[in-house]
């Protein structure tokens, strides 16, 4: 039986940041980087979290140079920094973010996932929990600015219902139609 090498390749890109994924809730993890309409997450080693540059903010463009990584077994893709600097700079605003970036935010829409399997959703309370989001939207008025969509299995079945809140990906699981108010003000108010 052979055995499957991931293949690496240097890749240097340009493109929006949208924002940053931290760990322990201080320290960057990632760079969340659009390019060509697409979201990208690259993991930045130590040595550049430290010394990243203190004007690098959400809606800037980055020039990131890194290694990425394809693992031939599950087929993901992993990307890793090697260098990150400001690519430009918009005149005539004050830090990076622009109104070019707060528009592109606005257009693409919040999205709520809710599994929606027959344990999750029938057996669980996923349909009470779907129910409660879509009535807490209508409360706050936020039926136009967040998606809900189901989905399939979130392959947490004995911790359902499941939710995911995107686009930053948090889990949720257990999740009770009265702690929907609670979740929808943490990430949305």
């Given at each position: 039986m052979t055995k499957l090498k991931d293949k690496v390749s240097e890749f240097s890109v340009i493109g929006e940041l949208l924002g940053f994924i931290f760990?322990?809730?201080?320290?960057?993890?990632?760079?969340?980087?659009?390019?060509?309409?697409?979201?990208?997450?690259?993991?930045?080693?130590?040595?550049l979290r430290n010394n990243l540059d203190s004007a690098i903010k959400p809606g800037c463009l980055l020039k990131v140079n890194?290694?990425?990584?394809?693992?031939?077994?599950?087929?993901?893709?992993?990307?890793?920094?090697?260098?990150?600097?400001?690519?430009?700079?918009?005149?005539?605003?004050s830090g990076c973010g622009s109104l070019v970036a707060e528009n592109k935010q606005t257009k693409s829409k919040a999205t709520i996932?809710?599994?929606?399997?027959?344990?999750?959703?029938?057996?669980?309370?996923?349909?009470?929990?779907c129910q409660s989001?879509?009535?807490?939207?209508?409360?706050?008025?936020?039926?136009?600015?967040?998606?809900?969509?189901?989905?399939?299995?979130?392959k947490q079945c004995k911790k359902g219902p499941n939710v995911v809140v995107m686009p930053d990906k948090?889990?949720?699981?257990?999740?009770?139609?009265?702690?929907i108010p609670n979740l929808l003000e943490k990430h949305f108010a």
């Open positions: 760990k322990d809730g201080y320290k960057i993890k990632y760079l969340r980087i659009l390019v060509s309409e697409r979201e990208y997450w690259i993991k930045l080693p130590k040595e890194g290694e990425g990584q394809l693992s031939l077994r599950n087929g993901k893709l992993k990307l890793k920094a090697t260098e990150v600097s400001l690519a430009a700079t918009l005149p005539n605003i996932l809710v599994c929606q399997k027959s344990t999750c959703w029938h057996k669980k309370g996923g349909k009470a929990v989001i879509e009535a807490g939207l209508r409360d706050r008025g936020w039926e136009d600015k967040i998606k809900i969509k189901t989905t399939g299995c979130l948090t889990k949720y699981s257990q999740v009770m139609p009265q702690q």
